[in-house]
Each structure stands twice: as C-alpha cells, then as structure tokens.
C-alpha cells in the first residue's frame, strides 16, 4: 500500500475485526484484530484519504433468530465502531446497511480525513458466496482496495476477494498486517534458520492432518503433544485408557510416523503424561508413561520428562512454529505443559530464535501466559494460517496479486 497515493482517495479497506464479544453486553473482550489493523488505516487518514471499512462479525447465517431473519442485535459491526474510534483518535461514522442506498450515499459523502465503518459482510448472502453483482457494487464506494483482513484471507468472499477484480493493480494492495503476517509466514515456509521446530498440538488429528503431512516436508523436528498425541501413542501400540483417540486415523498416523522416519524428521511424542481420572480441574491426576494409561484414566496434560525433552528440542531450535496447546490449558492443574512450552519459546527467542505463533488456542496460551510480547509474532489469523503453512494459497492474497 505504500506505493499507492492515497491523497483525497476513498480507500475500501477490508479488515477482520471479527472479535470475541461478552455473551450478555456485546462489550469487545479482546480488541488484538482491531488494535493490528489500525496502522494501515493511520497511514491512509495521513495520507490525506479517507477509510471505508468492511467486516464480518461472527457467523451470523449460523445463528437467525426463530423467525429465520438475522440477530441484527448481536451480530452488528455497531459493537466495534465506539472502540475503533478511541483507538484512532478520530470519530467513526457507522452505516447500517453493508450494500444499499444508504451505504452508498455514506461513502459518497465521506471526507478525507474520516472513517466509516459499513454494516457486517455477511448480512448479505452474495457475501459468503464471492457473488460479483455484490463485489461491483462494493467496488463502486471505493478509489483504492485494499485487503488487511489476514484472518479472513482463505475465504473467497465478496469483500475479501472477489472484489479486488474491480481494481487495477496500481489501485489495489496489502495493508500493514497483511503485509507483516505473509512476511513472518514466509520466514518459516522459505529459507528457515535451522534446525527448524513445529509444535502442534490441539484435541484432534483430523483437524491438522494435511498441516501435519506438509510440515514434514519443512521442518527438522515436529513435535506434538495435546489430545491429538494419544492417537499417535495408541497407533505404535500403546495403551491410552480413556484419553481423546481417534480410531479412523490411526493408520494415518503411523504414515506419518512412517514419513517422518523416511524424511528425516525428528517426530517428538510425550513420553510421559498428567493424567486425569475425569475431565475436570479438580480430578485426581498422577505422571505416568504415555504408552501405559490404565482404563479410567486420560492424559489431560503433557509429564515432566515431555516437557524436558520438548524444551530441549526448542532451545536447541533456531526457528520455531507453534500451533496448538499441549493440554486442557483452560484447567490451572493441567496448563503445566502448555506454559513450560510458552516459556521455552520465550527463552528461545530471546537467544536469538525466531518464534511465529499460529492458531487460536495457542496464541490464547500465550496470552494468558503473558509471553506474547516475548515471541516474535503472534499471527491473528487462526484458520488462514493453518492453510498458509499447509503450503496453500490463500485466495484473498491471489486476488490482490492477480
Ligand atoms: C476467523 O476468526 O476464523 C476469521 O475471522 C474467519 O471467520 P470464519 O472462520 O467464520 O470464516
Ligand atoms: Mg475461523
């Protein structure tokens, strides 16, 4: 976007403040999204342009109310103009209609120097299903688009990517965030210091299968831990008592144990686990060794003798990949795992590693943790970095590019 002359321009700007809200006051409970698109937005104002901004909110099409219409009340991009506004320092006018008379006549009248936030995208169905008679509409508000929206750059919506076919490539560029989050991305994916060390963990092997299968192209050690270990542990033979296990994927397992060994790759599982004998924070729990969980009994945590072998491996690492968390970290008695990994990262970073943390539950960790300013990115984007590491790529970024 620095190449391009934002003076007396309106600048379409798609963003993700797709923020977690109070259940009951709508109030905004963690602003990072927002707080990472306002540098993109500065720079337009003092360039002398002014900012439409797009959004979605939650899925509101999930959520109608009984009658079938839309939970205006809940789902409206209202609940983040108050907030925009403080963090800018400059008023923030709000429309509330996404596509329409109104939205028009708003952005016709908007002055350099102002910001108007348009109701959420996906109010509108066309949204959801990249439609162009929706994107050529849009596309008409605007002089300049540009995408700032990593959180939403793998969906091809409207907003995010069908309408940058209406802006030539001098009128169409990254924000800040973007820009930043494909450059930190890239430091993994293209040329990484090594040795190079991905962390997953999370409940679920299905869920990070492909993640898992094109990390052993990359990296030089993997290791994982969570719930998703224990489908690994019971594929080598192990027994998990009632730990998570996904009995579809077990043979998937051993293939990608199988391709770790062919490739090379250092595959790190829990020798040992905290394990519960219920769900819950206040279970009796003992360490004992992964491959020997008795019935009635679930690893809910990562052991001592995992957490001093994972540390090894981070300290010894001199790029780091964290998606996912080693435990229930939601559980005080079973976050042990979670932080001692958070902590590593930290302390490898500060040696001088280069530490990039992807995907909701763990950049959660690390927050809760407070080492988010200890890493060297934490990403805002949950599913779209998990595609950009599976080695896709994301349609909002094509769609500037093209
Ligand atoms: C997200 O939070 O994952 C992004 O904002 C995209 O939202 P979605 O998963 O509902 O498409
Ligand atoms: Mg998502």
Not at 318 to 346: D, H, R
């Amino acid at each position: 976007m620095q190449n391009i002359n934002f003076s007396n321009k309106k600048a379409l700007v798609r963003v993700d403040f797709n923020v977690p809200l109070d259940k009951k006051t709508f109030a905004i409970t963690d602003d990072t999204r927002i707080r990472a698109a306002i540098p993109t937005i500065k720079y337009i104002l003092d360039q002398g342009g002014s900012a439409i901004l797009m959004s979605h909110l939650g899925r509101p099409d999930e959520k109608l109310l009984p009658d079938g219409s839309i939970d205006v009340a809940r789902f409206t991009m209202n609940h983040t103009v108050a907030h925009t506004a403080e963090l800018l320092g400059v008023p923030v006018l709000f429309c509330e209609e996404f596509v329409g008379p109104k939205a028009a006549a708003m952005a016709a009248a908007l002055q350099p120097g102002q910001v108007l936030i348009l109701e959420n995208t996906r109010f509108l169905k066309g949204e959801g299903k990249g439609d162009v008679e929706l994107a050529k509409t849009l596309a008409s508000y605007g002089d300049i688009y540009i995408n700032d929206a990593f959180g939403s750059a793998h969906r091809a919506h409207a907003s995010t990517t069908t309408v940058a076919q209406f802006f030539s490539a001098e009128n169409k560029g990254f924000g800040f965030l973007m820009k930043a989050e494909l450059d930190n991305a890239d430091r993994v994916l293209n040329n990484p210091e090594r040795p190079l060390t991905a962390i997953v963990g999370g409940a679920k092997v299905s869920d990070k299968i492909l993640l898992l299968d094109r990390m052993l192209d990359y990296v030089d050690n993997l290791i994982i831990g969570g719930g998703m270990a224990y489908t690994f542990v019971k594929a080598q033979g192990g027994q998990i008592g009632n730990s998570l296990c996904e009995d579809d994927r077990l043979e998937l397992a051993n293939q990608l144990v199988a391709k770790a060994q062919a490739k090379g790759v250092k595959l790190l599982l829990p020798e040992d686990s905290l394990v519960a004998d219920a769900f819950s924070n206040d279970a009796n729990r003992k360490v004992v060794a992964s491959n020997v969980i008795e019935p009635g009994w679930m690893g809910l945590d990562v052991g001592e003798k995992a957490c001093a072998e994972f540390s090894a491996t981070i300290l010894n690492s001199k790029t780091l990949l964290w998606n996912g968390p080693m435990g229930v970290f939601e559980f005080e008695n079973f976050a042990k795992g979670t932080q001692t990994i958070a902590e590593s990262v930290a302390k490898a970073t500060a040696n001088g590693a280069f530490s990039l943390v992807g995907g909701g539950d763990s950049v959660a960790a690390v927050n809760q943790m407070g080492l988010a300013d200890e890493v060297s990115y934490v990403s805002t984007g949950g599913g779209a970095m998990l595609e950009l590491l599976e080695g896709k790529v994301l349609p909002g970024v094509k769609a500037i590019k093209e």
